[in-house]
């Protein structure tokens, strides 16, 4: 039996893959199996991937006839997946020896849904340790209860699904896929799904996971038109949120951080292109209108005058003012993934 599936993403990443697929050799165990999945790459990846299905103990190789995109991706690996726990690594990040079966002890130990755990962010030669926004550590929780505050950043805004480990029940019962077609923020409806659905979590302080920021060909640093997913992304928070039995309770909490990520763009708008840039505006306008009034003045109130300004001007900004961008682009979001 399978015991733990690790679905890996890639894209265009030949001068990174070597480094992720070295450290799953060194996570390798008879009972793991990882599925490769490519994402229509156009560069060295199909041959890096090639020769790892050959090399690599439990690789399973899947190949995209079309890119799809990270989530798509993702989705993929787990409709291949036949191991009892899940979990993904990005194609351009990598791991420490052995960090798969140190979070496979601590998942079955606890018999949780669902771990969390912290990681390293790697930007060029500088290493951070990032911590999941939660004190109490090693212990069953409720993942309800990691939602709130709303005023503080909480296990929601720690979305990485690299960063844990899930039991095969999400799975089967339907919360472990992404929403098929998203370019950017695809982790966040994915979060805040898990957090209002599953009914265990823990936290773990295992640092096993190196994080790559940076690479040139990321979404994060491409100003285009598939950045303006995370519109989408969290109009589909939104809308699940609402119809939680707690909504009132929850939903400030994911008004304020649409609203942060919104002022977020606004305050590095100079790096989208010209016609983004004003699809950003225009559309995050309609966004704000969208919410509910009463919590988006809290939430901007609740922000520094430059975010707040700039939020402000946002909800004065008369409807259909500007022009928006078409459509989303077929191409990839990060370097690694299939964004």
């Known amino acids: 039996m399978v015991k733990l599936s690790v679905i890996v993403p890639f894209f265009n990443v030949q001068t990174f893959a070597p480094d992720a697929l070295r450290s799953l050799r060194a996570n390798a165990r008879e009972d793991f199996e990882f599925i490769l999945v490519d994402d229509r790459s156009t560069d060295g990846t199909p041959a890096l991937l090639e020769r790892a299905g050959r090399e690599l103990p439990g690789a399973v190789v899947v190949r995209h006839e079309r890119n799809g995109g990270l989530a798509t991706a993702r989705n993929t690996g787990l409709d291949a997946a036949r191991g009892e726990y899940l979990t993904f690594l990005d194609g351009d990040d990598w791991l420490a020896p052995g960090h798969y079966e140190r979070l496979l002890a601590f998942i079955e130990e606890l018999d949780v849904d669902f771990v969390r755990t912290d990681h390293v962010?790697?930007?060029?030669?500088?290493?951070?340790?990032?911590?999941?926004?939660?004190?109490?550590?090693?212990?069953?929780?409720?993942?309800?209860?990691?939602?709130?505050?709303?005023?503080?950043?909480?296990?929601?805004?720690?979305?990485?699904?690299?960063?844990?480990?899930?039991?095969?029940?999400?799975?089967?019962?339907?919360?472990?896929?992404?929403?098929?077609?998203?370019?950017?923020?695809?982790?966040?409806?994915?979060?805040?799904?898990?957090?209002?659905?599953?009914?265990?979590?823990?936290?773990?302080?295992?640092?096993?996971?190196?994080?790559?920021?940076?690479?040139?060909?990321?979404?994060?640093?491409?100003?285009?038109?598939?950045?303006?997913?995370?519109?989408?992304?969290f109009d589909q928070v939104i809308e699940?949120?609402?119809?939680?039995?707690?909504?009132?309770?929850?939903?400030?909490?994911?008004?304020?951080?649409?609203?942060?990520?919104?002022?977020?763009?606004?305050?590095?708008?100079?790096?989208?292109?010209?016609?983004?840039?004003?699809?950003?505006?225009?559309?995050?306008?309609?966004?704000?209108?969208?919410?509910?009034?009463?919590?988006?003045?809290?939430?901007?109130?609740?922000?520094?005058?430059?975010r707040a300004i700039r939020l402000r001007r946002l909800r004065r900004r008369p409807a259909g003012a500007g022009a928006g961008a078409s459509g989303t682009s077929g191409a990839p979001g990060r370097s690694g993934a299939a964004a």
């Open 121 to 233: 962010q790697c930007t060029g030669r500088t290493r951070t340790v990032q911590r999941v926004p939660h004190g109490r550590r090693g212990v069953v929780l409720d993942p309800r209860s990691a939602i709130l505050p709303a005023d503080r950043s909480t296990s929601v805004d720690y979305p990485y699904a690299w960063a844990g480990i899930y039991h095969r029940r999400l799975l089967d019962a339907g919360l472990l896929h992404f929403t098929d077609g998203l370019r950017t923020a695809e982790d966040r409806p994915w979060i805040w799904r898990l957090h209002r659905e599953a009914r265990t979590f823990a936290v773990a302080g295992l640092l096993g996971v190196f994080y790559r920021r940076g690479v040139a060909t990321s979404l994060t640093q491409i100003g285009d038109v598939r950045q303006l997913d995370f519109l989408r992304a």
């Open 240 to 306: 699940e949120t609402t119809r939680d039995e707690n909504a009132e309770e929850f939903l400030p909490k994911a008004v304020r951080t649409y609203c942060a990520i919104i002022a977020h763009h606004l305050m590095n708008i100079e790096r989208f292109e010209p016609q983004v840039a004003r699809a950003l505006r225009t559309k995050s306008a309609a966004a704000l209108r969208r919410l509910p009034p009463e919590l988006v003045k809290d939430a901007v109130n609740s922000m520094d005058y430059d």
